[in-house]
């Protein structure tokens, strides 16, 4: 599979997709979007993969949407526009349900969708001197397909400011009100992620695709029986897997599971 707007490569079981338009800040338009999608979408199935990092290249992480094509959608019928609106709310989708730990690693400025990408992912990392920004009141319109990952990450709170205001919102603040969950000095973004991802060697593969697969099904539930009886089946379930019973046995032996053998 080859892509024109974004570099695809695996090492190390960690497979890298990197934004591939530095000269427009890797804003993105129906092209973009349908080749990251695939993308990630060949990253979720591939067994030979066990996490997954979001990046740009360039100067910044993603201005959002790209101007010709924000001209090009002006001019489509409703219908139309729900149609291509679509792509990118399936390319949000798939990376938020991915069953493997993804990482954004955010430098530069972050716009628009730029910040939805980084709400999406399990994990984000951005460089000092990090700029955000939910500019799409400046322009008349709203930022309805990231508000439901936006909004997962920052609160109802902080949304209806940003959500209003379109102020920038500096990588410290984005750091305090959840955007991101850490911040790594200039040039350092991949010591950073090494750290992270280190840590995600340490988990069970299928166990973090359950984890994550837990946390989107009862996200903001009533905590009522429906909600217990589902969650002791989810524990149940994972008790009995073959992940599980190595795990207990790797404990109980003090040796260390497969998966954490590094390649």
């Known amino acids: 599979m080859t892509f024109q707007h974004i570099l695809y490569k695996v090492e190390k079981q960690i497979a890298t997709i990197t934004m591939n338009r530095p000269e427009v800040h890797n804003a993105f338009n129906e092209d973009v979007i349908g080749e ?5 979408e060949k990253a979720g199935k591939d067994k030979n993969v066990r996490a997954v990092i979001l990046r740009g290249n360039g100067k910044s992480f993603s201005a959002g949407g790209d101007l010709n094509w924000m001209r090009k959608v002006a001019e489509y019928t409703k219908a139309q526009n729900v149609k291509d609106a679509m792509r990118l709310g399936t390319l949000l989708k798939t990376i938020n349900n991915l069953p493997k730990p993804t990482i954004a690693l955010v430098h530069g400025n972050a716009f628009g969708g730029g910040v939805g990408l980084t709400a999406c992912c399990d994990i984000a990392i951005a460089e000092e001197g990090t700029q955000f920004c939910l500019s799409e009141v400046r322009i008349g319109i709203i930022p309805s397909i990231i508000a439901p990952y936006v909004i997962a990450a920052i609160g109802e709170r902080q949304a209806r400011r940003y959500f209003l205001t379109a102020e920038r919102i500096s990588a410290q603040v984005a ?12 040039g350092k ?32 539930k009533k905590i009522d029986d429906t909600l217990i009886k589902l969650t002791s089946k989810k524990i149940a379930e994972a008790r009995a897997s073959d992940e599980g019973k190595e795990g207990l046995a790797a404990f109980l032996n003090k040796t260390d599971p497969s998966w954490r053998k590094k390649s």
């Open 36 to 40: 990251m999608t695939k993308a990630f």
């Open 189 to 220: 973004l991949d010591e950073t992620a090494e750290k992270i991802v280190s840590a995600l060697w340490d988990g069970a593969p299928s166990a973090q695709a359950r984890g994550k697969k837990l946390i989107l099904e009862i996200s903001k």
């Open 175 to 186: 750091a305090r009100i959840g955007l991101v969950h850490e911040l790594a000095p200039l």
